[in-house]
């Protein structure tokens, strides 16, 4: 069973802090990795994405893929309050998107 | 440009019942996926279309869910009769093409439907 794994949480971090969301997978055939949002009652929002080893970085998020040990991290700057949420990584091996079960942030003012 | 269009957006019936969940993805998105998100979990996927064809369909309780996507656009999902473990919201996502480097198989979500069974 091909599986994406992280800690559900809740990771709680104060305004302005650097929030670090981690998330491993199973498949070594997995080509693509997604962080996805999903505020409570919503449906997920996509953040980013990456494919090559290393560091991605857009506004305020940074992702990082370590592909030789299966890992894959989701970094927020300047935490905020709205920033409170689920995210989910995902990876995307043989046209699949395999989800994890999601860590839940919470930011406090 | 339009996102991801679904109805209903929340349904409750009876367990034996049956329902139907109506998806619209994005203009040109050539594949369409169904997930069913439980409580608690991440998005599980249910059925991908590639254009009319099933792609995977392999996590699709075929006794009783059923999908449908006649003309390459819109898609339908059924679940006859529903059980009460059915509780979940069905989310449906599309993407331009299948999974290739480069981002085209990013998926798109639309708002869900919530079920719950009585």
């Known amino acids: 069973q091909k599986e994406v794994e992280q800690n559900s949480g809740p990771l709680s971090v104060p305004e302005g802090a650097i929030a670090s969301l981690n998330c491993t997978y199973s498949?070594?055939?997995?080509?693509?990795f997604f962080w996805y949002r999903q505020y409570s009652g919503k449906s997920p929002e996509l953040i980013m994405f990456?494919?090559?080893?290393g560091d991605k970085e857009d506004g305020r998020f940074t992702a990082q893929l370590n592909k030789a040990s299966q890992y894959v991290s989701l970094l927020i700057r300047d935490s905020q309050p709205s920033d409170s949420a689920t995210y989910l990584c995902?990876?995307?091996?043989?046209?699949?998107?395999?989800f994890g079960q999601g860590t839940t942030l919470q930011v406090k003012p | 440009e339009a996102g991801v269009a679904q109805s209903p957006r929340y349904k409750i019936i009876e367990k034996r019942q049956s329902v139907a969940f109506w998806c619209n993805p994005i203009?040109?998105?050539?594949?369409l996926y169904w997930y069913q998100q439980i409580l608690g979990q991440g998005p599980k996927l249910l059925i991908q279309?590639?254009?009319?064809?099933?792609?995977?369909d392999s996590q699709l309780p075929k006794d009783r869910f059923s999908a449908e996507r006649l003309k390459g656009v819109d898609s339908t999902l059924k679940i006859q009769p529903a059980k009460l473990e059915d509780s979940a919201v069905y989310l449906c996502?599309?993407?331009?093409?299948?999974?290739?480097?480069?981002?085209?198989?990013?998926?798109?979500f639309g708002p869900g439907t919530r079920l719950l069974v009585l």
């Open positions: 498949d070594r055939g997995s080509q693509s």
């Open positions: 995902a990876a995307m091996g043989t046209g699949k998107l395999i």
């Open positions: 996502a599309s993407s331009l093409d299948l999974a290739r480097a480069g981002g085209a198989e990013t998926q798109y």
């Open positions: 279309f590639q254009n009319n064809g099933v792609v995977d």
């Open positions: 203009s040109g998105h050539a594949t």
């Open positions: 990456i494919y090559s080893n």
